[in-house]
């Protein structure tokens, strides 16, 4: 097939389930890699995502770098899509969000159990957390969400192909769900 359908994912504030979700198409994979190619993703080696046709983003924004990440897809992406609940609404990340940063860098680095040599990390290459965790579509505009912690496989292939196959995408009752 002369043009394949460009397709980058990404996992920013999230856990890969989504990710592992997707990959549970299973055998479906090899029929979706007769038409689409990967771009940037974690399954592959491509570092900065190209100009693709539809970006997958897994995870909500906790720090600078996943603002970065975010910002790049948008650009170089035709649909931006939130997938899983993390992207959508901050998901179980976003509970730090009742909680002052500085209170959260505590617990973890100076009082928490066990810690030894109390002291939180400052290594300029280490990307700066956000104060909270926000949903992607509070900085960059979406297209679609999968709903779902993860979305099931079904809403994966039923999403993508309706895409593929030139359909407005939708899903059946029975796939959508937010657990
Ligand atoms: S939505 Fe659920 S499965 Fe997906 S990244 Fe968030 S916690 Fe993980």
Same mark, same amino acid.
């Given at each position: ?7 980058? /994912? +990404? ?8 990710? /592992?979700?997707?990959? %549970? ?5 090899? #029929? ?11 399954? +592959? %080696? ?22 970065? +990440? ?7 992406? #035709?649909?931006?899509?939130?997938? *899983?609940?993390?992207?959508?609404? *901050? ?6 969000? /009742? ?11 100076? %009082? ?19 104060? #909270? ?7 960059? #505009? ?18 993508? /192909? ?18």
């Amino acid at each position: 097939m002369a043009n394949k359908i460009r397709l980058a /994912t +990404t996992s920013l504030a999230g856990c890969f389930g989504c990710h /592992t979700s997707f990959l %549970d198409i299973d055998e479906r994979l090899l #029929k979706l890699a007769e038409v689409v190619e990967f771009d940037r993703s974690p399954l +592959t %080696d491509i570092e900065h995502c190209n100009p693709c046709d539809i970006g997958l983003i897994e995870g909500g924004v906790c720090n600078s770098e996943n603002i970065h +990440t975010l910002r790049e897809f948008r650009k170089h992406c #035709k649909i931006l899509v939130a997938v *899983g609940a993390c992207a959508i609404n *901050g998901g179980l990340p976003g509970y730090r969000n /009742t909680i002052p940063l500085e209170e959260c860098l505590g617990e973890s680095y100076l %009082d928490g159990i066990g810690v030894e040599n109390p002291q939180i990390p400052s290594d300029p290459e280490l990307p700066l957390l956000l104060n #909270k965790v926000y949903p992607i579509h509070e900085v960059v #505009k979406i297209d679609y969400s999968l709903p779902g912690c993860p979305p099931s496989a079904d809403v994966f292939w039923k999403f993508l /192909t309706d895409l593929i196959d030139g359909r407005e995408p939708s899903l059946p009752y029975e796939l959508v769900h937010y657990d």
